[in-house]
């Protein structure tokens, strides 16, 4: 039955994937495909968050007070990173707005972005492998949404 | 041959997974929601402001939880946690 249930949450997790990038473009702008995806994967952050401190509180055995405490201060980080994003964000407007080159702000946009993911990432690190299988799948496919909103940055 | 033993391990196997099984439905089930809305008629605005607010709502729950377990930021509000040893 286990076996089961995770075979089919890596099945709809892989469906996350392939659905997952059309919602990410918003059709307004590279900034704000950015920020939405910024703004999405904080609330995976926070998703995975509530997740693992229920399945503490239901079962102390699957999730120990040591992956809690270790998923909430990759998703305390994951937060900070994510307003550190969206700074590098309003500065990129600044400057576009003020004729400045956008060299330097590129760089830093990209930098936020990559911070973000590697915080999520880090999320995924504090969930020992098969504590909650189906959230390492998912955590993997927004990765690699990431990745391919890194790729696709119109800036 | 199915015994009544057989059923009860394996009602108690299963028992033992609910747990991981739930969590993950629970969080795939909401983080599918999460990634599949779209959010017509929005501006840039309002994209950076649910980034901030995504990401200041992570910052504040952790906070508390973080705090409760008996953990120190320092300074305040830079991210940087440690929890002190217990004194004897």
Known sequence: ?155 | MITAKNVTDAAGIIAAFEPDITAALTAYNILKTIWLTVNPSKTEADYKAYLQTASQTNIDTTTAYLVAQGYVETPAGSGNWTKPTPTP
């Open chain 1, 1 to 155: 039955m286990r076996q089961l249930a995770i075979a089919l949450l890596l099945v709809v997790g892989g469906l996350v994937t392939t659905a997952c990038p059309a919602s990410v473009k918003t059709g307004v702008s590279p900034i704000a495909d950015i920020a939405n995806a910024g703004g999405k994967i904080e609330d995976s952050g926070q998703a995975i968050f509530q997740a693992v401190v229920t399945a503490h509180n239901t079962s102390p055995t699957t999730v120990s007070q040591t992956v809690e405490d270790n998923v909430a201060l990759a998703v305390n980080k994951l937060g900070h990173a994510g307003l550190a994003l969206n700074t590098t964000l309003t500065a990129y407007n600044q400057a576009k707005a003020a004729g400045s080159d956008l060299t330097a702000q590129k760089a830093a946009v990209q930098a936020a972005l990559v911070a973000v993911s590697d915080f999520l990432a880090s999320i995924n690190k504090a969930l020992p492998v098969g504590t909650i299988q189906a959230i390492d799948a998912i955590v993997n496919s927004i990765i690699d949404i990431v990745a391919q909103v890194k790729l696709g940055v119109g800036l």
